[in-house]
């Protein structure tokens, strides 16, 4: 470990040691640890020279780290900082064999050092930290990669005493375990590489081929009255055992009060309300709604409304997110990151943002854990025993 210092200090030119003369000085390994931290009487001045005299003693090293390149620029224009920066690449790869590493503070100038930085290099890797919806959330992004092909799309940077460092989501889109569908080229290389056209099927092939993937048969679940569909949009065969598909807001009520199990069950709903408003209207869809919790939900229960804003008008939209106990919104961002963010609940990480990365292993899919820098008051409280659905 080398450290170096630019302070003021006396030099055989300037024995007085005038105020604006700045050394070079070093702080060896054992100085740091409390060994002799003399520099003598007098030292060199900082110059290009010095720092390339100095920077030569170690052209026998593989790896040099210099920590950080805005140091180097400290004390001279923008123009001298370039052949400074050119002069040690070239002191510690051309002369000796090393991998060198700057680290620098982009200040978002053209004149920055990390800009001019940047030109002499082979390769930069921008870290950055931003927040998303008031969460503060690591990136890392490889902007410069000379001659090599590389992923340039920016990854969040996770940092843990368990995994280290990792760059993550792995991968951004479902891995084949839980896909539902073919895929069919349509004869254009460059968009065939680029994109997977889904071949068309209906709407029961895909959770059928999801609970198979657990070793579950529909079929089965139908027949046994564990599974339930309440269809409005006509795509599955109401001919089948358990299926039911009403086409009015009465035949919807008649279907819950159908498939309500007994008291000592709980019953797991999972309702497209974008069905609601499309199929029948945002009247009716607003007066299911309170149906569901006035005589079909239970304490033991749980009601999932999936809704996408975009297909309905904000006063629905509102509605629904009034009307619900915790709401959770997901959302892919421009960078092609995919996040859920806590909005509204009981109790938790109230507005906390995290990514989501799919996995090749069940359960298929991660997400980051919460802030660690924030508590959780109800983290080590029981459900009561009446509530069963929270074991």
Known sequence: ML??????????????????????????????????????????????????????????????????????????????????????????????????????EDGGDGESVGDLLQYAVHGVVSLTRER?????????????????????????????????????????????????????????????????????????????TILAGFDHDADALLSDGRLHVVDLIGTWDDERHGVHAPDTADGVR???????????????????????????????????????????????DTLVHVHNPGTATDEVSAFFENTAEQVVETWLSDSGLQYVHLRKPPCGFVGTTSLVEYLEDAPYVAVQDPPSDRENPMVDESYPEEHPSGE
């Open 3 to 104: 450290t170096l210092h630019a302070t003021p200090g006396t030099t055989l030119e300037h024995p007085d040691g005038a105020d604006d003369t700045l050394t070079l000085q070093r702080l060896d390994d054992a100085a740091a640890v409390g060994g002799d931290r003399s520099y003598g009487e007098y030292t060199q001045a900082l110059t290009p020279a010095t720092l390339r005299e100095e920077f030569n003693r170690y052209t026998g090293y593989d790896r040099v780290v210099v920590d950080s390149a805005n140091g180097l620029a400290g004390f001279t224009d923008s123009r001298t900082y370039r052949r400074i920066l050119l002069d040690v690449i070239a002191t510690l790869t051309a002369e000796g064999d090393a991998t060198l590493l700057f680290t620098a």
């Open 132 to 208: 998303v919806r008031d969460d503060g959330h690591r990136f890392i992004e490889i902007t410069k990669l000379r001659g090599v092909d590389h992923d340039t799309r920016r990854l969040e940077l996770h940092i843990d005493g368990d995994r280290g460092a990792r760059a993550v989501p792995g991968r951004r889109s479902q891995p084949p375990a839980v896909k539902t569908h073919g895929h069919r080229p349509v004869g254009i290389d460059g968009f065939d590489r680029l994109v997977v056209v889904p071949t068309i099927h209906l709407r029961p092939h895909g959770p059928e």
């Open 254 to 300: 008649a279907a819950f009060e159908a498939v309500r199990p007994d008291a000592g069950a709980a019953l797991t709903s999972l309702v497209n309300a974008d069905a609601y408003v499309n199929a029948l209207s945002p009247a009716e869809a607003r007066e299911l709604r309170y149906y569901e919790e006035s005589n079909l939900v239970r304490p033991s």
